[in-house]
């Protein structure tokens, strides 16, 4: 016998500020989760499962339309055409929307009560699956201890949302532990609410497959879900499948010893062009870190609307549509240079000066507050916010704004020699 075990299926969940990325396959992303959810469907049919257990946030809260219902209805039919059951427990995201409860499923689907566990037994199959749906969107008891006894001489299945003790990025709804989990006595628990695919444990098997189609930077590398394999003597095992149609990927370039702007571009493509191995024949969504001490820091830091267009085009020219860069970073430092003088000496100084002054950095930092306001949406908001009470968020500014200014002066001064 197999099943299927997945989670976090996340269906058109709705698009975050890609728009304000340039260039960004806005379309092809909207249309991933569902395409990812295909190929499960595909997926199940192809291995004749018996059932497909989804653990979690198959929706994203409230549709747009009901043209994400009537979707989701035309792909569960595929799966009721070849007999195979599909049984949910609905996650916080799910709790979140009040039309999505609302449904009405197909014969094949069934969604876990809310209000306490529930066991379905699946008789011609030996099978016995345990479950409980989030009631609200933040759960914080642990659900598990009132999960019910296993069924005796049954394969018996847990289906639970939770995060366990706690994973980083992940909010702590339905807290519990491993040995709760084990208590139970059942023989696989199919966990939801991780997007990072995890084997927990393997006595017995506690699994997160992960989301099925990562959504954005945080959510990188292969996604999919657990086929899961049963045999005669009813020992278990379990593989990762892949189902995801776009990958997001952060691509670290150490620019250590460049000396040029095409010797930076050389090394920018040579690590994409790994990326692109890794990944192929999927399209990979990048955001490009830039690190280590180059004669270009200047170069690059002084005009970064000019970096990041030489960057992104040539991306574009060497891969074409196989990769699209989401964000560029520069943390890249200067190799040692002569000692400045003039003006360029003394703007370093003064810089040198505010960088270890963490109250001038805070009286900088009011100052630059109602400049905050007049900012696109993306830079008051997410990772990347301003923040003007954190100096050492502050110090980043500044050195930019160093940069930018050593630029300017340099070609004013090459100006001055070259009238």
Same mark, same amino acid.
């Given at each position: 016998?197999?099943f299927?075990h997945a989670a976090?299926?996340h269906l058109?969940?709705?698009?975050? *500020?890609?728009e304000?990325?340039?260039?960004?396959?806005?379309?092809e992303?909207?249309?991933?989760?569902?395409?990812a959810?295909e190929?499960? =469907?595909?997926?199940?049919?192809g291995e004749?499962?018996?059932?497909?257990?989804i653990a979690?946030?198959?929706?994203?809260g409230?549709? &747009?339309?009901?043209?994400?219902?009537?979707y989701f209805?035309?792909?569960v039919?595929r799966?009721?055409?070849?007999?195979?059951?599909?049984?949910?427990?609905?996650?916080?995201?799910?709790a979140?929307?009040?039309?999505t409860?609302m449904l009405?499923?197909?014969?094949?689907?069934?969604?876990f009560s809310?209000?306490?566990p529930?066991?379905?037994? !699946?008789?011609?199959?030996?099978?016995?699956i345990h479950?409980?749906?989030?009631l609200?969107p933040?759960v914080?008891?642990?659900?598990?201890?009132?999960?019910?006894?296993p069924?005796?001489g049954?394969?018996?299945?847990?289906?639970?949302?939770t995060s366990?003790?706690g994973?980083?990025?992940?909010?702590?709804?339905?807290p519990?532990?491993?040995?709760d989990?084990?208590?139970?006595g059942?023989?696989?628990?199919a966990?939801?609410?991780?997007?990072q695919?995890?084997v927990?444990?393997d006595t017995?098997p506690?699994?997160?497959p992960g989301?099925?189609q990562?959504?954005? !930077?945080?959510?990188?590398?292969i996604?999919?879900c657990?086929?899961?394999?049963?045999d005669?003597?009813?020992? =278990?095992t379990?593989?990762? *499948?892949t189902?995801?149609?776009i990958?997001w990927?952060a691509?670290?370039?150490s620019?250590?010893?460049?000396s040029t702007?095409p010797e930076?571009?050389?090394r920018?493509?040579d690590t994409?062009?790994?990326a692109?191995?890794q990944?192929?024949?999927l399209?990979?969504?990048?955001r490009i870190?830039f690190?280590g001490?180059t004669?270009?820091?200047e170069?690059?830091?002084?005009?970064?609307?000019h970096?990041?267009?030489?960057?992104?085009?040539s991306?574009?020219?060497?891969?074409g549509?196989?990769?699209w860069?989401?964000k560029i970073?520069?943390?890249?430092?200067?190799?040692?240079?002569?000692?400045?003088t003039?003006p360029m000496?003394?703007?370093?100084q003064l810089v040198s000066?505010? &960088?270890?002054?963490?109250?001038a950095?805070?009286?900088?930092?009011?100052?630059?507050s109602?400049?905050?306001?007049?900012?696109p949406?993306?830079?008051?908001?997410?990772?990347?916010?301003l923040?003007i009470d954190d100096?050492?968020?502050l110090r980043?500014?500044?050195?930019?704004a160093?940069?930018?200014?050593k630029s300017m002066?340099?070609?004013?001064a090459?100006a001055d020699?070259?009238?």
């Open positions: 016998m197999k299927i976090d299926i058109d969940s709705p698009l975050r *500020r890609l304000a990325y340039e260039g960004m396959p806005v379309e992303i909207r249309q991933a989760s569902r395409r959810f190929n499960l =469907i595909d997926l199940a049919l004749s499962v018996a059932f497909v257990l979690g946030d198959l929706f994203d409230d549709w &747009k339309d009901y043209n994400t219902g009537l209805i035309r792909q039919r799966l009721d055409d070849a007999g195979i059951r599909l049984l949910i427990v609905s996650g916080n995201h799910d979140a929307g009040q039309v409860r009405p499923y197909p014969d094949n689907t069934h969604v809310a209000k306490k529930e066991t379905i037994i !699946i008789d011609d199959l030996n099978v016995a479950g409980q749906s989030f609200k933040a914080k008891d642990n659900l598990t201890r009132r999960y019910p006894e069924v005796a049954y394969l018996n299945i847990g289906l639970l949302h366990l003790t994973r980083e990025g992940h909010e702590s709804y339905a519990c532990t491993i040995e989990l084990q208590n139970r059942y023989d696989y628990w966990l939801g609410h991780v997007h695919a995890e927990i444990c017995p506690i699994v997160f989301c099925i990562g959504r954005h !930077i945080r959510e990188s590398g996604k999919g657990v086929l899961v394999t049963v005669d003597s009813a020992s =278990i379990h593989e990762n *499948r189902l995801d149609v990958r990927e691509v670290t370039v620019l250590t010893g460049t702007e930076c571009l050389a920018l493509e994409l062009d790994a692109v191995r990944h192929e024949p399209p990979v969504i990048t870190i690190t001490a004669k270009a820091h170069q690059i830091t002084g005009n970064p609307a970096w990041k267009q030489v960057v992104r085009s991306a574009l020219a060497r891969f549509e196989t990769v860069i989401e970073k520069v943390k890249t430092r200067p190799m040692s240079t002569p000692a400045e003039g000496r003394e703007l370093g000066d505010l &960088k270890a002054d963490d109250n950095l805070l009286d900088l930092g009011q100052e630059l109602t400049l905050l306001q007049k900012l949406v993306e830079y008051r908001q997410g990772e990347d916010v923040q100096p050492a968020r980043k500014i500044v050195d930019q160093h940069a930018v200014l002066l340099a070609k004013e090459a020699e070259n009238p």
